[in-house]
């Protein structure tokens, strides 16, 4: 159930965005690998329309997860938040490690502001009250 009376902090519109903004990254790149797939770039046609698949259902999810639970304040919206947080970091170290710190670097950047907002206090406070 959403909280109306209580105020939406800075740190939860933050979490919020974040996630939001990697739900859009993750659908576009599954809407761009499902179209280059189509188009016949790519090598293996089945691989790629499961990735694409994968990526628009990812998205899709982590925008559920941020508009319908973050920013509606509703409770069950930090747990999906905080593991996509977790997911990201391995990724991440693992661009760098293959050569690629200009896409790794920025996506440690965010998981760790993700994480942060998530598990700030005021966010704490909205989503779960004084406990």
Known sequence: ?????????????IAAAIVALEGLVAL?????????????????????????????????????????GLFKIERWGRSPGVVAQIFMLPVAVTLIQSDQPQLGIPLIVVALAGLGT??????????????
Not at 1 to 13: F, Y
């Open 28 to 68: 576009g790149l599954g809407v761009y690998v499902g179209v280059e797939a189509l188009a016949g770039t790519s090598d293996n046609l089945t691989t790629a329309l499961a990735e694409a698949g994968f990526g628009a259902l990812v998205g899709a999810g982590l925008l559920w997860v941020a508009w319908g």
């Open 1 to 13: 159930m959403a909280h109306p009376r209580r105020p939406r902090p800075v740190s939860l519109v």
């Open 118 to 131: 998530l598990l700030a206090p005021p966010t704490t406070h909205a989503l779960y009250g004084d406990g």
